[in-house]
């Protein structure tokens, strides 16, 4: 009787995920993606495991083209598209839910976060691990923004401060770093993102400010008018009150076996 050669199964290994998924919604900004990818790939080379996931929010210049093409060489950078423009916070929600890493940082995609603070941010959490749910958030002590929008900043977070007691000099800086399931806990809705330091201390979330640098945009244009931003934060600032009133409070809890 002829013998038959044993069956092979062919497996896949799975990647290892990384420990840091740095997390950038963007918005026709092609001239200022290679150069923020190499920061960002120059800042944490040899610091953690990391990967870069862009979400291009239906981008109308040549934003996709130009992430699709450095994904060729960059094998960290990992590429999502919206097929219409659907605001920075759904871009920072789509990023979040691909993440494979446990942490995440948040930075905008126009250049004026530096990612070289991104380890900054990363040994400051790590200062605190094991010591219950962390947010650690950038402060732009020296804003390279027009006086107009720097006085309407002002003007926000003194309002949200006295409203939302939160107790964040500078919620508006889009360099953040937390967990994965810590995100995944807030509510969504649209401009949320404006609110992630509240929404952390709903969740009984320790919150660390830390100075960073804050550079100007070297190109494109900003997608935000200054007036817009503050008459549309009214209705948002509203609900989020109602969510913290709304909360439980702490709940002490242990998983039963």
Not at 61 to 71: F, I
Not at 79 to 91: L, Y
Not at 207 to 213: A, C, G
Request: a positive charge; glycine letters at 6%; charged letters at 25%.
């Amino acid at each position: 009787m002829a013998q038959t050669p044993n069956s092979t199964k062919s497996t896949t290994v799975a990647e290892p995920a990384p420990l840091l998924s740095v997390v950038v919604p963007v918005l026709n900004e092609q001239d200022n993606i290679r150069p923020l990818v190499d920061e960002i790939t120059s800042a944490l080379e040899g610091v953690c495991d990391f990967e870069i996931v862009y979400v291009d929010d239906g981008s109308t210049d040549g934003t996709l083209e130009v992430l699709l093409e450095l994904k060729q060489s960059q094998p960290r950078l990992r590429v999502i598209s919206h097929d219409k423009r659907s605001g920075q916070s759904a871009g920072l929600r789509t990023g979040v839910l691909a993440a494979r890493g446990a942490l995440v940082a948040m930075l905008d995609g126009d250049g004026q976060n530096d990612p070289a603070d991104i380890p900054k941010l990363l040994k400051a959490y790590q200062a605190h691990a094991g010591s219950g749910w962390l947010m650690v958030t950038g402060h732009r002590v020296a804003r390279r923004d027009s006086w107009a929008k720097r006085r309407a900043s002002r003007i926000a977070n003194a309002i949200r401060r006295a409203a939302l007691h939160d107790d964040n000099p500078d919620t508006g800086c889009s360099l953040k770093l937390y967990t994965r399931e810590l995100f995944l806990r807030f509510p969504y809705f649209d401009h949320m993102h404006r609110y992630l330091p509240a929404l952390a201390k709903r969740e009984n979330c320790a919150v660390q400010v830390v100075p960073v640098n804050h550079r100007h945009r070297t190109h494109g244009r900003s997608k935000y008018a200054t007036v817009d931003r503050l008459l549309v934060g009214i209705p948002d600032l509203l609900g989020v009150m109602w969510l913290i009133r709304r909360s439980p409070g702490k709940l002490d809890s242990k998983e039963q076996r």
